[in-house]
């Protein structure tokens, strides 16, 4: 059964502080894997996406990593915002339909305190 | 920011009504989707349309329905709103550059009462 598993499920930090989620997923054939950030009352947002051949990938403050032997991915956040305060939601994509159907993980929920 | 709106934001309505989410994107992307998405939960595919006059229910069973008579336009429709349909709905479109990445409405919410 295709799944995406995250961990953890929340996570509060400090402003300035790192932090790294996770993301495991059983995705089979797999084709790319995405990070989305999610504000409160608001859609998803992608951050990072990554096919099979790169093992990293970074925006700004936010780096992802896809190690596809071991089918994980990690997001770290360096130098936490206020504004990064959001769900964190892991997105794998197959490739074995012409629409490349969507796995989405429950997300992180991720609170930055001052 | 993503080209794509919902409408209403919000919605608030009584059990038995009809109801149209409206959902419209300007990047001329053939594909669109509807989510269904629960508070602490992933989101849930209920319908999806590769381009005009074409719809497809998603892996989620809907009692809604979808139409696609215009490219810029994919509204969802509830014949009769139940308290079960409570939830947020998050429309979305993708382009086949950029690994078919969706971009996502704002979302609607909807409380039926």
């Known amino acids: 059964k295709n799944q995406v598993e995250q961990s953890p499920q929340s996570l509060i930090i400090l402003e300035g502080k790192n932090c790294t989620l996770q993301?495991?997923?059983?995705?089979?054939?797999?084709?790319?894997l995405r990070w989305y950030k999610q504000d409160t009352g608001r859609g998803p947002v992608s951050l990072t996406i990554m096919t099979f051949s790169e093992n990293t990938k970074s925006n700004g403050r936010y780096t992802a990593t896809l190690d596809a032997d071991t089918k994980q991915s990690s997001l770290h956040i360096t130098a936490s915002q206020l504004s990064d305060s959001a769900s964190y939601i892991c997105v794998v994509a197959d490739r074995g339909s012409t629409l490349g159907r969507l796995y989405f993980g429950r997300g992180t929920q991720l609170t930055v305190w001052p | 920011e993503a080209d794509i709106y919902q409408t209403p934001r919000y919605l608030v309505i009584g059990t038995g009504k009809k109801i149209t989410l409206e959902c419209s994107q300007t990047?001329?992307?053939?594909?669109m989707y509807w989510y269904q998405q629960d508070p602490g939960m992933e989101l849930h595919l209920i319908h999806y349309?590769?381009?005009?006059?074409?719809?497809e229910k998603g892996d989620l069973s809907s009692e809604s329905t979808v139409s696609r008579i215009r490219t810029e336009h994919f509204p969802l429709t509830l014949e009769s709103a139940r308290p079960s349909h409570t939830s947020q709905y998050l429309c979305?479109?993708?382009?086949?550059?950029?690994?078919?990445?969706?971009?996502f409405g704002p979302g609607t919410r909807l409380l039926v009462l």
């Open positions: 990047m001329g992307h053939d594909k």
């Open positions: 349309s590769y381009g005009v006059n074409s719809t």
């Open positions: 979305a479109s993708s382009e086949p550059t950029r690994g078919e990445t969706q971009y």
């Open positions: 993301c495991n997923y059983t995705v089979s054939p797999f084709s790319n």
